[in-house]
């Protein structure tokens, strides 16, 4: 069984920073892909932004040069940290982790439950 826990969500003003972070847990072997959702009321889940085992980063235009996304291998986790926060981002952020390869040599993508980031202006 694999689960994925995010923490770091809140309220904060414009302006402020906050990080996320996701932890993967259960039997893995590895992760290819981990990333960041985000899904606002009455709006679509968005891609906020994504890295792979590599290294290599992707990010939505709306973040880039306010979010950054890293993550550890060994711990199985990844963070987004984001600055200059703005109302329009207020939104429920979700962690993703895709080609997860289990002991069991089994493989899937995971969600997170998600946490909740709010940005008053």
């Known amino acids: 069984q694999v689960q994925l826990v995010e923490s770091g969500g809140g309220l904060v003003q414009a302006g402020e920073s906050l990080r996320l972070s996701c932890a993967a847990s259960?039997?893995?072997?590895?992760?290819?892909?981990m990333g960041w959702y985000r899904q606002a009321p009455g709006k679509q889940r968005e891609l906020v932004a994504l890295?792979?085992?590599?290294?290599?980063?992707s990010y939505a235009d709306s973040v880039k040069g306010r979010f950054t996304i890293s993550r550890d291998n060994a711990e199985k986790t990844v963070h987004l940290q984001m600055n200059g926060l703005k109302p329009e981002d207020t939104a429920v952020y979700y962690c993703?982790?895709?080609?997860?390869?289990?002991?069991?040599?089994?493989?899937?993508?995971?969600w997170g439950q998600g946490t909740q980031v709010t940005v008053s202006s």
């Open positions: 993703n982790a895709r080609g997860v390869l289990t002991l069991l040599r089994r493989k899937g993508d995971y």
């Open positions: 259960g039997s893995i072997f590895s992760i290819n892909v």
């Open positions: 890295i792979t085992s590599g290294g290599s980063t």
